[in-house]
Each structure stands twice: as C-alpha cells, then as structure tokens.
C-alpha cells in the first residue's frame, strides 16, 4: 500500500507542479490588469509543439527548449499587443470574451501550422524508471518538479531584486499610486504577458516527454491551471503554487483510488467548491472590480 501510495503522490506532484506554473501566469496578469487571460494554456501548447517541432527538424534539445519558450513569449507579446491594449478600458465581459477569441484563434492556427497530430519530445535524459519504495518514477518527472521549482525561485528573485519586478509588484497592489510614482504601467503589462507566456510555455516542454502535446493540449491545462490558481487565491503567487500541488495531489489520489475516468473532473469539482465554500481561496484572492 505504501509503494501504491507514493505513486499516487508522485504522479499528483508532477501533474502539480505544471498546474502551479500555469496558476503563475494567471496571477501575474491578473495582477497586472485585475483581468483573467483565458488564453494562458495556449502558450503552453505553444511552447511544447514548438520544442517538438524544432527538435524534429533537428535542433539539440538544450537549443529546442529556450527557443521554443521564446516562441510562447513572442506570441504572447503580440497577443498583448495587438488584442488586449486596444481593449484595456473595456468591460468585464468584453475581455473574458476577447481572450476567449485569441485562445480559439491560437488554438485554430496551431491546427493549421501542426495538424491534428500528436507530437512528443525525448527525455531530457534517461527514459529509465527509477524505483523508490516500490514506486515506479519517471526520471523526466524529476526534471518537471526540479524545473518548477527553479522558476518559482527565479521568479521570487525576479520580483524581490529587480526594478521591473519591483513595478510589477507596485502595479499589482496599487495601479494608481504606481502610475503617480512613475512606473509605467502599461509596460508592466506588456512584460507580465511574457513572463505568464514563458511559465506557461516552460510548463509545456517539460511535460511533453511524458504526455505529448497536441494543438489542443492547452485546454485542460489551462482550465486546471485557472482551478489551481482559484484554490490558491487568484492574484497569489504562493497561492497558485500551493493550488497547483494540491490539485495535482487531488487528482493522483483520485485517479489512483476511485477511478481514472474521473481525473479531469477533478479541477471543475474543485473550482465549484471554491467558490460556494472559499471564494478567497486557500490563501485568499486580491480583491478586483474584474473577474
């Protein structure tokens, strides 16, 4: 039972921490702009058929995987760009509705680019499992939770060392006292898309060696991503990274212990309970005129 236990946990954990990058993206532009980007599992799907793509057409796989984030990210800054700036004063509805249209629209020119095929990565290094206390590991698992846990750090420095970190962290508690300092909010936004792009789309390569990816691989990953980011708090980084380890755990215990077939409906379970029983979350959301 032990052994069955831990696989659970670390099946859980390394679906987590992928759901805690994209709950990261969420917070920062939520942050950024009191606006939720239902387009942030896109940049993952583009990120892993990205990488996949390079490394097929063969570019090494330490070359692959920056440019493949750097793809998410200019994307993303376009999508800023060209959708979302026009639009910074409108309401509510008008921009859930316009980063709905850019997800079905990057979601459509991802099919049109890539196909409907499933596309895959190698292991960044051996495909060998590793057994632990009669748990069966994928070494590819470690790299998800080691490179997850690298960005949360650099992204902790990031917002504690630097000066655009400091203006996105201003931004985020008092858009009009920022703006009265000097601090050029509209820039803040522009970078917070890349930054969400890039956790995104890290997210992204580091699972396609053990899910794939496809051109709609950013559904659910998005959705989950916005569950963990609920549980947590919405617009909390500690939040989002707890919300993600939590469902991840949620979803490992569930599938290993009641079934499978219920996994996915895992996140839309937690997200109803979120806002009956704790609308602020685990840690408790920033409070927005937006949602």
């Known amino acids: 039972m032990s052994g069955a236990w831990l696989q659970f946990i670390a099946s859980g954990l390394t679906a987590g921490a992928i759901y805690a990058l994209v709950a990261l993206g969420f917070s920062i532009i939520y942050n950024a702009s009191t606006a939720i980007n239902f387009a942030q599992g896109e940049f993952v799907m583009i990120g892993g058929m990205s990488a996949a793509t390079l490394w097929a057409s063969g570019v090494p796989l330490a070359l692959a995987l920056p440019a493949a984030i750097g793809a998410a990210v200019l994307v993303a800054l376009i999508v800023e760009k060209v959708a979302i700036e026009p639009a910074r004063h409108a309401g509510t509805v008008t921009l859930i509705i316009i980063t709905i249209g850019v997800s079905l ?69 008092n858009r009009l006292a920022a703006q009265l300092v000097g601090i050029n909010t509209r820039g803040v936004l522009f970078a917070s898309f890349g930054l969400a792009a890039a956790l995104g789309a890290l997210g992204g390569v580091l699972i396609a060696p053990i899910a794939f990816t496809s051109y709609d691989a950013g559904i659910m990953l998005g959705l989950k991503g916005f569950a963990a980011a609920m549980l947590g708090g919405l617009g909390s980084f500690a939040g989002a990274v707890i919300g993600g380890l939590v469902l991840g755990l949620l979803e490992g215990l569930g599938a290993g212990f009641v079934s499978s077939a219920y996994k996915d409906a895992i996140a839309f379970v937690v997200i109803l309970a979120v806002l009956f029983l704790m609308p602020g979350g685990i840690l408790g959301a920033r409070n927005s005129d937006r949602v």
């Not at 099919?111 to 632990?132: C, D, M, R, Y």
């Not at 846990?149 to 508690?173: E, H, N």
């Open 105 to 173: 629209f990057l979601r459509g020119l991802a099919q049109v680019v890539w196909g409907k095929g499933v596309h895959s990565l190698p292991a960044f290094t051996s495909e060998a499992p590793i057994s632990f206390m009669g748990a069966t590991i994928l070494p590819q698992s470690l790299w998800v939770l080691f490179g997850a846990a690298v960005a949360v750090a650099a992204l902790s420095a990031f917002y504690g060392r630097t000066l655009m970190g400091k203006a996105m962290l201003a931004t985020s508690y």
